[in-house]
């Protein structure tokens, strides 16, 4: 069976002056069969053009024909939902579950090491606010591994094997249900944090194989366009090279 992948990009172009910059409205991507491609493109550039960011004066549709050999089928992670009265219980749920992840001392000192990891853990938060990619922060080192820290690093190449969805409308949950999965299964992948930069989206989530995917309800306030992505990894387990490989060219379909 043919399988081709097909991805989106639209930006808008802010004049200001010095600081005159590309500001990300909208991305998206599937892998799908030959049959499926036209609608699915029209699907994509239909969701650039009515974003609720704006009104994008670029847009990019990339095609790439994918060998079925190389798709690699996953099983979803396990869901678990946690609400919450406002954004900051929800942080403060997000930082209880991954902060213990990244701690690898004795359990009599772990108390005052986890209480620095989550503040570490919320001024990483911030520095990812800009950038378009994820951060991939070493939890051995303390240090950031990314190639290129303005982008990030982007998991890509992915999606859910029995989607048939072809309308332009954007669901968070199962698109964050495809990366998170794939993220977990990457070579050296401690756990994942996710806050959507969408202003009108304040679910976010902490995922990783022993967590699953934890959706939080609440982590923003309606109409905060800050958001951000941090893999945490560990390179004591794999080598960045190859966590970065299997990120952003290993082919994923999630059942």
């Not at 909208?26 to 974003?51: F, K, L, Q």
């Not at 756990?191 to 930069?197: R, T, Y």
């Not at 109409?223 to 990894?233: A, H, S, T, Y």
Request: charged share 30%; glycine share 6%; hydrophobic share 40%.
């Amino acid at each position: 069976m043919d399988y081709y992948s097909l991805k989106m990009r639209a930006s808008q172009h802010i004049d200001e002056g010095e600081n005159a910059h590309e500001q990300h409205i909208s991305g998206a991507e599937r892998i799908v069969t030959r049959d499926s491609v036209e609608a699915v493109c029209s699907a994509m550039v239909r969701r650039a053009m009515t974003h609720s960011k704006g009104d994008p004066d670029f847009i990019n549709v990339k095609i790439e024909k994918v060998n079925e050999n190389d798709i690699q089928i996953l099983k979803a992670l396990p869901v678990t939902r946690i609400d919450v009265d406002n954004a900051e219980q929800g942080l403060d749920r997000a930082f209880d579950l991954i902060t213990p992840l990244m701690n690898s001392e004795s359990v009599t000192d772990s108390a005052k090491k986890l209480k620095e990891l989550r503040i570490k853990l919320q001024a990483l938060l911030r520095e990812t606010f800009p950038m378009r990619g994820a951060m991939l922060y070493d939890i051995a080192t303390g240090e950031r591994l990314e190639p290129d820290h303005e982008r990030g690093v982007r998991a890509t190449y992915m999606d859910a094997l029995h989607s048939s969805e072809v309308d332009g409308c954007k669901n968070h949950f199962n698109e964050a249900i495809v990366l998170a999965t794939k993220v977990a299964n990457a070579p050296g992948m401690v756990a994942e944090f996710c806050i959507s930069d969408d202003p009108n989206y304040v679910t976010g989530y902490v995922a990783s194989k022993e967590l699953g995917y934890v959706r939080i309800m609440k982590m923003k306030e309606m109409g905060d366009e800050n958001g951000g992505r941090i893999f945490l990894f560990d390179s004591r387990k794999a080598k960045a090279e190859d966590c970065v490989e299997y990120l952003q060219k290993k082919k994923v379909l999630v059942d």
